[in-house]
């Protein structure tokens, strides 16, 4: 169902893929050509790898994910591709109202050699108290092994309506819109909620992107209360950009000093 534009070799596919990495790329999300279509119009979206919601983008490779869904009424199912498509989603809406896609990257490894580059990057991920941890467990500063995970979700209206709500679809790290955005305008509240596991988790940074049609991108941040919430005021209407970052222990048998999970969730205003 994908488009397949141009030749991309399949050792190409995976140079390109394995390049994405937090310390490099600190986005990874879905996004649709629109956020909202017509009922017989296709759904077509590219993942993005990128800062400031601006990116690279990157084709179907079956290999870098543990699953690609779509969820909507009609309940699950796996979007299917061709290795190299690009748009890497384009299907057809099955039903009207609210599409929720979501995508689960393989696990992947990076290694820190400069301590700087990793607090930094903690920073900037508002990864509050890993760098203390890190010391308190007698790491090394200089070799810094780190697997990490993508979880993106991005939500679609189909039709003339704007039914359906986000739900927690069962990712690691998740973050669940508390309204349909096609009910949403310039100027309102969009709320959501933080899970880990599938349970709210507190104190957590969240950073809303918003790439307005004329003006620069702007980068909101606040921090999830006691329940996992947090809620942004949308300025104007376009593209937003959900996202947030869960830094654990790694398992022993993983060898790996750290864990992280990333989540992001887009969305449009009109």
């Known amino acids: 169902m994908g488009q397949h534009t141009g030749f991309w070799p399949m050792a190409a596919l995976f140079g390109l893929m394995t390049t994405i990495s937090p310390a490099s790329s600190h986005e990874f999300w879905l996004e649709p050509e629109q956020f909202r279509v017509d009922a017989d119009q296709p759904i077509r979206a590219d993942i993005k790898v990128g800062q400031d919601f601006k990116g690279d983008v990157y084709p179907y490779v079956a290999s870098r994910f543990v699953s690609f869904e779509r969820h909507d009424d009609l309940g699950t199912s796996a979007v299917e591709g061709t290795a190299g498509d690009i748009p890497a989603l384009n299907i057809a809406p099955r039903a009207e109202g609210l ?9 992947q490894r990076l290694t820190f050699s ?31 092994r780190e697997i990490y995970t993508r979880c993106a979700k991005t939500l679609v209206n189909a039709g ?5 709500r986000d739900r927690a679809i069962g990712m690691a ?5 508390g309204d349909n955005p096609g009910n949403l305008a310039t100027g309102g509240t969009m709320r959501f909620r933080l899970l ?17 049609e004329d003006g620069e991108t702007t980068r909101t941040l606040t921090r999830t209360d006691a329940d996992g919430h947090a809620s942004f005021k949308l300025p104007s209407p376009g593209p ?25 969730l887009t969305f449009g205003v009109e």
Request: hydrophobic share 40%; charged share 20%.
């Open 240 to 264: 937003y950009l959900a996202a947030s970052v869960h830094m654990t222990e790694a398992a022993s048998d993983e060898n790996a000093d750290w864990q992280s999970h990333w989540a992001s």
């Open 114 to 144: 400069k301590w700087e580059k990793f607090t930094s990057y903690l920073a900037n991920e508002g990864l509050n108290g890993i760098a203390a941890r890190h010391d308190a467990r007698g790491l090394p500063r200089d070799r810094i």
């Open 173 to 177: 790290l998740e973050l669940v819109a």
């Open 160 to 164: 003339d309506g704007a039914t359906g």
């Open 196 to 212: 880990w596991q599938g349970k709210p988790l507190p104190d957590t940074q969240v950073a809303l992107f918003h790439r307005p």
């Open 99 to 107: 599409s929720i896609f979501t995508y689960v990257s393989s696990g």
